[in-house]
């Protein structure tokens, strides 16, 4: 059955139309301003706003956490360090009730390099006891592909097994772990760094860098990456790491909130957001009320200089939250909550809604080459994402939550008021 969603304000990833309504059948919208049919299934959406899905630019998830960012209008996660790998996720694409995902695989980085500093070393992430999965999820297949690395002939070696193995981008670890209070961390050197992007180009695959630096970043940008996952924080933006940047058509993930959190800010004030509180559970509560707390020398009003800076250079700028697992050593983060934390924290340093809604709709779309979502148009996924208010111009009404669709199968919404 066509479902007719009506009297809409419609902001199609780019800006706002003037149609008021979207026709969705099966799991495509069909139409934008066409009239529905008589058999339509009409949703009135009259003083609410129409998004496409949110998509979240880096995270590392699991379908638990699909689940979670799904009921906050999040239905693209990008995983940037995982084993939500092509070949490992059937269950996921095909079940409408967790946001859709794609990975990197594991980064490139040396043995003993970041992210391991940030776990105990009897760490071993993993659901809580008695943690029951959402439908459709289960586990993981063959082991991930490691791609350990202090060589540039390493580094090259293992490429074509990330893309065998189903890699959708490839990341790299650059970080000497300074700002995680780890200095002197194994970290790629520029060779090895330049081959195995140059390699990855060579198959055709997009590169992302893990880099918290402005001496990382520049080794980055000179291997030729495509796009940085994290923003520097450990100095104020300078013009020359600026104009690097722009110069390069590299695309930026600032991950805004993970540098707070690095900093010692918490999720507290997101935290105790009613709309957040009725959808978040006990242990991501918890979560998001802590922080990383690595970093509290850095300065958020310089990363958020940092950031306007950048997107008025033309750098694209997208949203990532850097979410993880539900423990407060990584806390100041949830899934699909922090979306919306950060797109607060993109208005705060100067963007305006609409530019921030773009960072998180179609920019992240069209960078990653999602062609099939990010905007409201004809023939397009029905992801989407129904909000009380008008966002495009009061950025935290994307918390206001009416409905939500994933390929068009309209999502059950605990903790959520359904207001139609």
């Not at 979670?68 to 995983?79: D, I, K, P, Y």
């Not at 006891?129 to 586990?139: I, K, L, Q």
Request: one cysteine or more.
């Amino acid at each position: 059955m066509t479902t007719a969603i009506i009297n809409a304000r419609i902001f199609d990833g780019t800006a706002v139309l003037d149609e008021t309504t979207v026709l969705l059948d099966d799991d495509r919208i069909i139409a934008v301003g066409s009239e529905p049919s008589v058999d339509a299934e009409i949703v009135d959406a009259r003083g609410a706003t129409l998004l496409p899905g949110l998509i979240d630019a880096h995270v590392h998830t699991n379908a638990a956490n699909l689940a979670l960012a799904l009921r906050f209008g999040v239905t693209t996660e990008l995983e940037m360090q995982g084993t939500n790998t092509r070949h490992n996720r059937a269950h996921i694409s095909e079940n409408d009730t967790v946001a859709d995902v794609r990975s990197s695989g594991f980064g490139i980085t040396p043995p003993g390099g970041h992210p391991s500093e940030l776990f105990p070393e009897d760490f071993r992430p993993g659901p809580p006891p008695g943690a029951t999965p959402p439908r459709g999820a289960r586990p993981a297949g063959p082991p991930p592909v490691m791609p350990f690395s202090t060589t540039p002939e390493q580094a090259v070696a293992f490429i074509p097994q990330l893309v065998e193995t189903g890699s959708d981008y490839i990341k790299f670890m650059v970080d000497d772990g300074s700002v995680e209070g780890h200095r002197g961390l194994p970290m790629l050197d520029q060779e090895t760094l330049d081959a195995g992007v140059a390699e990855a180009k060579r198959y055709g695959m997009l590169t992302v860098a893990h880099a918290l630096t402005i001496d990382a970043t520049r080794m980055a940008i000179e291997a030729g990456i495509d796009g940085l996952a994290h923003l520097f924080m450990d100095r104020p933006h300078t013009d020359e790491i600026i104009a690097l940047i722009a110069g390069s058509g590299a695309f930026v993930v600032p991950c805004v909130v993970l540098n707070a959190s690095m900093m010692g800010i918490t999720g507290g004030e997101l935290a105790d957001d009613p709309r957040v509180a009725s959808r978040l559970p006990d242990d991501w509560m918890t979560t998001l009320r802590s922080s990383f707390d690595r970093y509290p020398q850095g300065s958020l009003t310089d990363v958020l200089a940092s950031v306007k800076a950048l997107y008025d250079a033309g750098v694209d700028i997208l949203v990532g939250t850097d979410a993880s697992v539900a423990l407060p050593f990584l806390g100041g983060l949830a899934h699909g909550a922090s979306v919306h934390h950060e797109l607060q924290y993109l208005v705060r340093a100067g963007f305006t809604p609409v530019e921030a809604l773009r960072a998180a709709t179609s920019t992240p779309a069209r960078r990653f080459g999602l062609d099939d979502r990010g905007r409201i148009a004809p023939g397009l996924r029905a992801d989407l994402l129904l909000v009380d208010g008008d966002p495009t111009a009061t950025i935290s009404d994307t918390l206001n939550t009416r409905a939500v669709w994933r390929r068009g199968t309209r999502v059950v919404l605990d903790g959520v008021t359904d207001q139609r």
